[in-house]
């Protein structure tokens, strides 16, 4: 009786030192049970959207503007999604088509509000400071599932809500690309023109960034059109 005891508990603390030995090959930690992610690793869940009859009016107003775009009406991308989205193709102008690189997907009523920056201030300014017309705008990043400033456990940013867009750089009808990361070019004229359309954006967005207000912000400028403060008359421009 006793022997069959001794057996039983020997083979009982095999069993064990076998699932510790998987446990650590695997990575799995000390504690038994400890299954899936951590609820820090948890993926972001942001849910943004326009009803219909505003997604129409929308559509019709940029359509009206002569932009060309396409209308997935819904997209999504890990724990985001976006109803009444647009992808932004070209923008129409008095001074001819400014090409949107990428066609980013966004919220129309972005959309509309950016179109509107283009047309009625980045195509004249850039002809008036760099005496040639704005070809094209090298968008990064519009909708995107990311935290603010890339902190994980952080909020969703702007970009997960559809409302915001990234810009790398402006090209020249000419070719010539003028980048938002050369502001201290010893181009006089480039380095207005950015200013120019940095200063004027925050007419049209509630926040506007870009090189020295953040290290995230060197490359490129951001615009969005989030609340971030009791009324949307309240602006971030740095």
Known sequence: MMRRRCLRETAARAALISISILCQASGAGSVLGQVGPSAKDKALVSV????????????SDLASKKAVFEQPRAVSEAGCQISGA??????ATS????VISGKPAMLCS??????????????PLTLAYAGQKLAEIEAGQS?????RYDKPG???SEHAKGDAIDIASFVLANKRRINVKQQASDNPGER???HAL???????????????????HESHFHFDTGLHGATPNYRICE
């Open 143 to 147: 909708f995107a599932c990311r935290a």
């Open 86 to 91: 647009i992808k932004l193709a070209t923008v």
């Open 198 to 216: 940095r200063m004027t954006a925050c007419g049209y967005f509630t926040t506007v960034l870009g090189p020295g207000s953040d290290p995230a």
């Open 192 to 194: 207005d023109l950015l």
């Open 110 to 123: 972005f959309g509309r509000q950016f179109s509107a920056w283009v047309r009625e201030v980045a195509a």
């Open 154 to 156: 952080s909020v969703p």
């Open 48 to 59: 943004n959207g326009m009803s219909d009859a505003d997604y129409g009016e929308c559509v």
């Open 95 to 98: 001074f001819g088509d400014v």
